[in-house]
């Protein structure tokens, strides 16, 4: 972790210092060695979240856009179960960042333990991911919307794609953690009735921006929500006009089927 609490306060790790940890209010030693970044480690045994996730400079440099009262936040659902957010703002949106493999079912726990959840994804720990994103986002198809939106009808081409989609609002990162002016996060819109999966570009210093001043939920509410009805009624649409052109279709192998045995009963 972070962050232990040391006099009342969140303390970093430094050589040597002891502090408590947050959730579980145990003795926590820092650990400051050169390969893992610096971190509080439960003494002696596992860390007493089973949630938690070992930290990269991936996770540190994500976390550090934030201010400290947001990271590492305790969360509670109403059974008392508790677990520690990456990052949680005052008005309950939570930021989990994804470094390693994790199962669709722990997803699910997940996001329903938060209630708001964004999942930001490292999208370097595999090689073959980028490329295959690449190639996914090559063969899509530019969708008619507002803001730039690619349909791509073969999401399971793309194992990062295969194991996210449905997660409900997953933001992946191809660059490292850090910031450049132009970089950008991809964003998985919310799953259809269709098994098409749909992305959408999304500047990283906006993304950041929106969550420090808190106003994810009116995004997702007010944009991300309208955007995504509008690709559903458009799906539904599709599907209508299909399902028609199938009827003509039918009924005029019908009509040549009728006409064709008339033909033979002249005979
Ligand atoms: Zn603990």
């Known amino acids: 972790m972070k962050y232990a609490i040391v006099s009342n306060?969140?303390?970093?790790?430094?050589?040597?210092?002891?502090?408590?940890?947050?959730?579980c209010g145990s003795e926590l030693v820092a650990k400051c060695g050169k390969v893992k970044v610096n971190h509080w480690s439960h003494?002696?045994?596992?860390?007493?979240?089973?949630?938690?996730?070992?930290?990269?400079?991936?996770?540190?440099?994500?976390?550090?856009?934030?201010?400290?009262?947001?990271?590492?936040?305790?969360?509670?659902?109403e059974s008392g179960e508790k677990h520690i957010a990456d990052v949680k703002t005052p008005s309950a949106w939570v930021?989990?960042?994804?470094?390693?493999?994790?199962?669709?079912?722990?997803?699910?726990?997940?996001?329903?333990?938060?209630?708001?959840?964004?999942?930001?994804?490292?999208?370097?720990?595999?090689?073959?991911?980028?490329?295959?994103?690449q190639k996914i986002l090559e063969d899509g198809v530019r969708i008619r919307s507002k803001i730039p939106i690619i349909r791509t009808n073969f999401p399971d081409d793309c194992r990062l794609l295969k194991e996210w989609h449905g997660s409900s609002l997953v933001f992946f990162d191809f660059g490292k953690g850090k910031s450049s002016e132009h970089s950008i996060l991809w964003f998985l819109l919310p799953k259809t009735a269709s098994s098409s999966a749909y992305l959408s570009p999304f500047s990283r210093s906006n993304f950041i921006e929106?969550?420090?001043?808190?106003?994810?939920?009116?995004?997702?509410?007010?944009?991300?929500?309208?955007?995504?009805?509008?690709?559903?009624?458009?799906?539904r649409r599709q599907q209508k006009a299909n399902a028609q052109h199938r009827i003509t279709a039918l009924s005029g192998f019908d009509r040549h089927a009728k006409t064709k045995r008339s033909r033979h009963r002249r005979l």
């Open 9 to 23: 306060e969140k303390i970093e790790a430094t050589k040597g210092a002891k502090g408590v940890c947050p959730s």
């Open 43 to 77: 003494k002696g045994s596992r860390n007493c979240d089973s949630w938690w996730e070992n930290e990269t400079e991936w996770h540190r440099s994500w976390k550090d856009n934030f201010s400290k009262e947001w990271q590492e936040v305790v969360h509670f659902d």
């Open 95 to 133: 930021l989990e960042f994804q470094h390693s493999v994790i199962s669709p079912e722990e997803r699910q726990t997940r996001n329903s333990f938060y209630g708001h959840i964004v999942w930001v994804v490292d999208g370097t720990r595999r090689t073959t991911d980028k490329k295959q994103f």
């Open 210 to 235: 929106i969550f420090k001043k808190d106003k994810f939920g009116e995004i997702f509410k007010n944009k991300i929500l309208p955007i995504h009805a509008a690709i559903v009624d458009s799906e």
